[in-house]
């Protein structure tokens, strides 16, 4: 007890805790003792608790609030009924609501230290303070390392930080260093996620989510990478994203690359022998000058397909679609032409007909200068109003920047490629209805399968190239360029090359008069 005892006790011992000394009908308050180096005996409370210095008590200072507290409370005669007088003793490691005022009216400094105040009028952190862990050598001296600190900051809140690394545990000790938090630390690509109902000390791990990083544990959150890079497969750091296009070193490239110089020599072959054998019944039937121009557009289709391999420049990107849209459209506008003569030739043979004024190289020409003249109109406008440019896709495919030709206008792209397809339509219309006109080189038959074989590869690449990302994307443009002029050379012209070459005896006018 504190002072002059007003009803002198004599200590017993706590069952449960031997340390605790009261007696039945005791008022317990509570108290913290810095216990280091301490031995805790009974007390009588017939003189103040630190009447006697005890060996080994290192920082008594702590306890010296409590103390004055207690001298206090039992002085003034207003807080405690006649003949009750307060003493102290452990119990656990709270301080009761009705010491604080008394707690705040008390400063004190550490001695050992070279002085200082401690604490404020209000109780609160007045100077910064270390965390120290005091060891014990083998030569029995003590040492104290700096393991951590207590720091004021400028906005009124207390930094506390410990370096873990630096406390030094006793290698005699078996037990686990005590951990302030019911959960293994976050590592580094994850993040922090609160438990509903949970201590702030538990919380769950999430992975960082796509193109986000986290360098360290037990991370509030995770910081997105900059466009041109994404993470690491662990989510912590950035890396540089690969570069990617349609590039001539790829498979996809060489592959391309090789059909479209191989169709290419086969489209010169073939019109090298319709040149040379320009005098025969099946050159000349069907206009022969459509036939070269329908050549020669296949041709450049071929190579045109070029222009979407290799890295994106300006000219390529200008060149890419209004090239490839004005050359299809040369080609199936011959096509259409093709098939209008033949279904006119055929309505000028009956007597009377009013059609025969149409016959002729001025029908067809017209005709493939009508529908070619109008795609070109649509590609400049196309360049007027929004070219295309070149262009790069960031977020499409995670690890990758696709270096691409960006289209400008996606509508003006769909209509070109759209009137292209009306042109296909219309001559398969028209071919399909006129298949079954008499005559041994009828060409009619031939332009429906090439027609059909043409818009069947348009018409599939629309979902593919929407469904596809990257550079396949271009790939598949780049396929069905190749494609649909291949089954355009093959079904009208190989035909032809098999009867020129292998069956000269069917290359006759006899022949050519023939009606089925």
């Not at 690890?399 to 398969?428: D, H, K, P, R, W």
């Not at 348009?458 to 593919?464: E, G, K, N």
Request: charged letters at 15%; hydrophobic letters at 45%.
């Amino acid at each position: 007890m504190v002072g002059s005892a007003k009803c002198p006790l004599t200590a017993t011992t706590d069952e449960i805790e031997p340390f605790n000394c009261f007696q039945p009908g005791d008022h317990l308050i509570a108290g913290l003792l810095y216990g280091a180096f301490t031995k805790l005996a009974s007390h009588a409370f017939r003189e103040p608790p630190f009447a006697k210095r005890r060996r080994g008590l290192k920082m008594k200072w702590h306890l010296l609030p409590f103390s004055l507290a207690i001298q206090e409370i039992n002085q003034d005669p207003g807080l405690l009924p006649n003949n009750i007088t307060l003493g102290y003793t452990v119990y656990e490691n709270i301080v009761h609501p009705r010491l604080h005022p008394f707690l705040r009216n008390f400063q004190f400094s550490n001695t050992s230290t070279g002085g200082g105040d401690l604490g404020g009028n209000t109780g609160d952190l007045a100077a910064d303070l270390d965390i120290v862990n005091v060891m014990v050598l083998p030569n029995r001296s003590i040492q104290s390392v700096k393991v951590g600190s207590i720091e004021r900051q400028a906005s009124g809140e207390i930094k506390f930080a410990i370096h873990e690394e630096a406390i030094v545990w006793s290698r005699w000790s078996k037990q686990m260093p005590p951990y302030s938090r019911c959960t293994q630390s976050c590592l580094p690509g994850h993040l922090k996620m609160a438990l509903e109902g949970k201590p702030i000390c538990c919380y769950a791990c999430t992975p960082c989510g796509e193109g986000t990083i986290s360098t360290q544990e037990d991370a509030d959150h995770c910081t997105k990478c900059p466009g041109d890079q994404h993470p690491n497969m662990d989510h912590t750091r950035c890396i540089p994203k690969d570069i990617s296009f349609l590039a001539y070193e790829d498979t996809l490239g060489i592959v391309f690359v090789f059909l479209a110089m191989s169709l290419s020599l086969l489209t010169l072959l073939i019109l090298g022998i319709f040149l040379k054998y320009i005098d025969t019944p099946i050159v000349k039937a069907n206009n022969r000058d459509l036939t070269y121009v329908l050549l020669v557009s296949l041709l450049f289709s071929f190579l045109s397909s070029l222009l979407f391999i290799g890295q994106p420049r300006r000219v390529t990107c200008l060149l890419r679609q209004t090239a490839f849209s004005t050359i299809f459209s040369v080609a199936v506008s011959s096509v259409l032409a093709k098939t209008i003569t033949v279904v006119v030739a055929f309505m000028a043979t009956k007597p009377g007909n009013r059609t025969r004024k149409w016959l002729g190289k001025g029908l067809a020409n017209s005709i493939v200068i009508f529908c070619s003249s109008v795609q070109m109109g649509l590609c400049a406008i196309w360049l007027g109003i929004s070219p295309p440019f070149p262009d790069s896709d960031w977020p499409s495919l995670q690890g990758q920047i696709t270096l691409q030709c960006n289209e400008g206008s996606v509508a003006m792209f769909y209509v070109a490629l759209g009137y292209m397809g009306f042109l296909a339509a219309l001559s398969f219309v028209v071919a399909f209805l006129a298949r079954k006109l008499p005559g041994a080189f009828n060409e009619a038959k031939l332009i429906t399968f090439s027609m059909l074989v043409f818009c069947s590869v348009w018409v599939s690449f629309v979902p593919a190239s929407l469904s596809m990302k990257g550079k396949y994307t271009v790939a598949v443009q780049v396929f069905s360029i190749l494609a649909s002029s291949a089954g355009l050379l093959g079904c009208l012209f190989i035909p032809k090359c098999y009867i020129i070459i292998a069956r000269p005896g069917l290359n006759i006018k006899e022949h050519l008069l023939i009606k089925k």
